[in-house]
């Protein structure tokens, strides 16, 4: 075994040795772990962007931050899947003797979409809104944590995830830069439409 698959383990069987001791600490992972709490806050992050900006200049450049954060997340589930299509990781639970906090996906473990999903939204956001996009950032982080803490992410599908979150946020930006003569036609009928 590698050091850092040494490491890798050692992690998730410290953190997911908390499990139990602590029914706050228990509440907050579960909050924290599931499929819904951060996909939602961050979502709502971009569509509040979307309504928001005290001049037409302004929420013109917050729709495209929204426009961009859309095309991040389709970026990165569509890096995951190619990563998942050449290796495949068992989950920690499946390896471990660990206590498992959420349900048991079969998925490969590495990369982390969760991390992929969230690091992307986030990068996308603080290209534009630095303290925000450090937020969310934040928010993804914990949500790593908690995929750890829960025994169905190792620490190193946490960081491949953010990594691949990170280059999808790059790619969309990148797309959505050398493509905005698009998103000014589109914004421009939706405004005839007031949605946006």
Not at 42 to 67: C, H, I, K, M, P
Not at 147 to 163: C, L, W
Not at 186 to 192: E, H, L, S, T
């Amino acid at each position: 075994m590698s050091q850092v698959a040494h490491i890798d383990e050692a992690l998730v069987l410290w953190l997911n040795g908390f499990v139990g001791r602590s029914a706050l600490l228990d509440a907050l992972m579960e909050a924290l772990v599931s499929d819904y709490l951060v996909p939602v806050l961050s979502s709502l992050v971009l569509l509040g962007l979307w309504f928001s900006g005290s001049s037409d200049a302004e929420r013109y450049r917050n729709q495209l931050v929204t426009l961009t954060g859309g095309i991040a997340v389709g970026f990165s589930n569509a890096l995951v899947t190619i990563s998942n299509l050449l290796t495949f990781r068992n989950r920690p639970f499946v390896d471990l003797d660990i206590n498992l906090y959420f349900y048991a996906p079969t998925d490969s473990s590495f990369p982390a979409n969760p991390a992929s999903v969230g690091f992307a939204i986030a990068t996308v956001v603080w290209v534009r809104h630095r303290r925000l996009g450090a937020a969310l950032y934040v928010l993804a982080s914990l949500w790593g944590l908690a995929r750890v803490y829960a025994g169905v992410h190792y620490p190193t599908d946490i960081v491949g995830g953010a990594i691949l979150g990170v280059i999808a946020a790059s790619l969309a930006t990148g797309l959505v830069g050398r493509l905005a003569f698009i998103p000014r036609h589109v914004f421009k009928a939706f405004r005839a439409v007031y949605i946006a």
